[in-house]
């Protein structure tokens, strides 16, 4: 939940990928599969530890990816009321963002970016929310740009920055048909400093998998590595 790529293909199809970044003592997560949620089927895969997600899909709708912290670094602070990734999947209870945003209850949950992709006919609605633990921030990107998140908990603003650059150099050298070329990116992207890198290693904490969604207008493929047992899963959902 640390890092998170978003690629416009064209109108009607993108890709949304993310690193997550755990403590190493943390238990192994799922890989994707589908799950009814608030009687939705949404795809996610899933954390055994509080039971929630990082980054979810409900096809023809919305994708939806989440990371630690909102504008800078705040002090964990718990008994949080609720798990941020059980907070992720209560969205498909309202599967809108507007109603999300002003029915639910977010107090006395840790702050947290959302990133909320939205299927509209066929166009797309790209949306940023910050919860800062008192008041939430909403904010609209231009769905046609390619945009990188970076958590605020484990990354400095210079190495944010650093980051951003490298995925522009990355676009760059790419074109719409190379895209999906994104995972690489996410695994191999960096300068050699391991609290740099894409594939993140500090202490205790590790950039355990990358999650990838490729969301198109007849089907979305979910790609799932496991970066501790080096295997990696694919799904196709039409």
Same mark, same amino acid.
């Given at each position: ?14 890709? %949304? ?12 997560? @799922? #890989? ?20 929630? $997600? ?9 994708? +939806? ?7 800078? #670094?705040?002090?964990?602070?718990? #008994?949080?009321? @609720? $798990?941020?990734?059980?907070? +992720? @999947? ?38 940023? +929310? ?15 740009? #390619?945009?990188?998140?970076?958590? =605020? ?5 210079? =190495?944010?920055? %650093? ?7 990355? +676009? ?25 890198? %894409? ?15 490729? =969301? ?16 990696t899963f694919i799904k196709? =959902?039409?």
């Open positions: 939940m640390c890092t998170v790529t978003y690629l416009p293909i064209d109108a009607d199809s993108y890709l %949304l990928t993310s690193n997550r970044d755990e403590h190493v003592a943390r238990k192994p997560a @799922l #890989p994707f599969a589908k799950y009814e949620i608030h009687g939705s089927e949404v795809y996610f895969p899933k954390d055994t530890h509080a039971h929630g $997600s990082w980054i979810a899909h409900n096809r023809g709708a919305f994708t +939806l990816c989440l990371l630690n912290g909102a504008f800078e #670094p705040h002090k964990h602070m718990p #008994p949080y009321r @609720l $798990s941020r990734g059980i907070m +992720l @999947l209560d969205f498909f209870e309202h599967n809108n963002t507007a109603k999300f945003i002003h029915n639910y209850r977010f107090n006395d949950i840790e702050p947290f970016t959302l990133i909320v992709v939205e299927q509209v006919g066929n166009k797309i609605a790209l949306t940023e +929310l910050r919860w800062d633990g008192q008041q939430m921030h909403q904010r609209e990107f231009n769905s046609s740009e #390619p945009k990188i998140w970076s958590s =605020v908990m484990l990354y400095p603003q210079p =190495v944010i920055d %650093l980051r951003e650059k490298w995925f522009n150099e990355w +676009l760059q050298q790419q074109t719409h048909e190379t895209y999906d070329r994104i995972t690489d990116f996410h695994l191999f992207a960096g300068d050699g400093h391991q609290a740099r890198n %894409l594939v993140f290693r500090d202490g205790m904490k590790h950039t355990v998998s990358i999650s990838s969604i490729h =969301v198109q207008a007849d089907k979305s493929k979910l790609w799932y590595r496991d970066l501790i047992t080096n295997k196709e =959902v039409s």
